[in-house]
């Protein structure tokens, strides 16, 4: 068998050191190549796609009108309200007189809502003091007369800011379902004869509010 020379031993063990280094470089490489990869995939993985949704708004129209014996649907404001008609010319202690206002939303109102009497906003008169009323809301065509009232009392004063009788009702949209305010007014039984001859005017307010 033939014998290694020192110089080939030399040669054997050079070549082995390359050979290692190789691996170790490719073994690195690969290793570079895989870290590579991972974040690769983690950029290129997400997605991404959108959605829009859009709305439009409007107030609501909440407007009401009315009318009484003797005038027709408009709109009564504190500088031309409606005349309710009292046959209240000759009148006596205890002897009641009726008259009425009807309330109802205009045909453009688009919401339903309730309309009540309010308040007494201005109240003149040497007769006023002895004036006493009462007030029931009715449907409309109702006849404001006696029969109007079941239980109702004469506790109301016509002096302005006096408490006013609790009436109210429901008012529809576009002009449905008006309601009718029914007024009983008299001399209270027992006035004096001082209060002969003489005269009061009254307005009341109505306040009118919108379901929302």
């Known amino acids: 068998m033939g014998r290694h020379t020192p110089a080939a031993g030399r040669h054997h063990r050079a070549d082995e050191r390359r050979s290692r280094s190789r691996f170790t470089r490719t073994r690195a490489a690969l290793a570079g190549a895989l870290v590579l990869g991972v974040g690769t995939s983690l950029t290129l993985a997400a997605w991404s796609d959108d959605e829009f949704g859009a709305a439009s708004f ?14 027709t649907w408009a709109a009564h404001e504190a500088v031309n309200p ?26 453009a109102t688009n919401i339903g809502g309730t309309a009540a009497l309010s308040a007494v906003t201005a109240a003149t ?64 039984a027992g006035t ?9 005017s009254a307005t009341w307010q109505f306040t009118s509010t919108s379901s929302s």
Not at 59 to 71: D, G, Y
Not at 192 to 200: D, M
């Open 125 to 188: 008169g040497t007769l006023l003091p002895a004036l006493e009323y009462r007030v029931v809301a009715t449907p409309t065509g109702t006849t404001c007369g006696a029969s109007a009232f079941a239980s109702q009392t004469y506790t109301a004063s016509l002096a302005v800011g006096a408490a006013v009788p609790g009436a109210s009702g429901a008012l529809g949209t576009a002009s449905a379902t008006p309601v009718r305010f029914c007024f009983d007014v008299r001399v209270k």
């Open 58 to 71: 409007a107030a609501s129209t909440f407007v009401v009108e009315s009318q009484t014996a003797s005038s």
């Open 82 to 107: 409606a005349t309710l008609v009292f046959n209240a010319t000759a009148m006596s202690p205890g002897l009641s007189q009726y008259a009425y206002i009807d309330i109802r939303t205009t045909s």
């Open 192 to 200: 004096g004869a001082t209060f002969q001859g003489g005269t009061a």
